[in-house]
């Protein structure tokens, strides 16, 4: 009976250590696969953006608001970055020229929760060129691809 009493808080103790190190590991795979979506949302973000960048007008802002879709923390404008190019890569300086468009997204800073981590680290430059459609000049009798909406 004596060696019985002096084990009865040892279960506790056994709880509490295996306990801690349970939620971590749930705590880890939670923030891994917060992750994972963080980098799905941030490449969707620039193929939609490049998607409307192909359809809309030369230089409009459609672009920017179809990349900024999903409220991730911290995503901006400032985030958003389109171009558009001639046939032999280069800037192209007005409409007639272009033949791709890019857009991408980058410094974008992921921020983890953990119990007793505070570390935000930046993920890469997430980029998605397309060749240019109709640039917001619809074909005769068609409604335009892309509209924005009023001052």
Do not use: H, W
Not at 121 to 131: A, Y
């Amino acid at each position: 009976m004596r060696a019985r009493n002096r084990q009865q808080g040892i279960t506790t103790v056994e709880f509490s250590i295996v306990g801690g190190l349970l939620l971590v590991i749930i705590f880890g795979i939670v923030e891994f696969g917060r992750l994972i979506f963080t980098l799905n949302v941030l490449q969707e973000s620039a193929r939609r953006g490049a998607r409307v960048a192909a359809v809309c007008r030369f230089r409009s802002d459609g672009p920017v608001k179809a990349a900024l879709f999903a409220p991730l923390p911290g995503l901006t404008t400032s985030n958003v970055d389109v171009q558009y190019f001639d046939e032999d890569g280069s800037p192209a300086g007005a409409a007639e020229d272009v033949s791709f468009v890019r857009v991408s997204v980058s410094g974008y800073r992921f921020r983890i929760y953990l119990p007793l981590v505070d570390r935000e680290f930046p993920l890469r430059t997430f980029t998605s060129t397309l060749p240019a459609e109709s640039l917001g000049v619809p074909k005769i009798g068609e409604p335009a691809a892309c509209y924005e909406e009023g001052p």
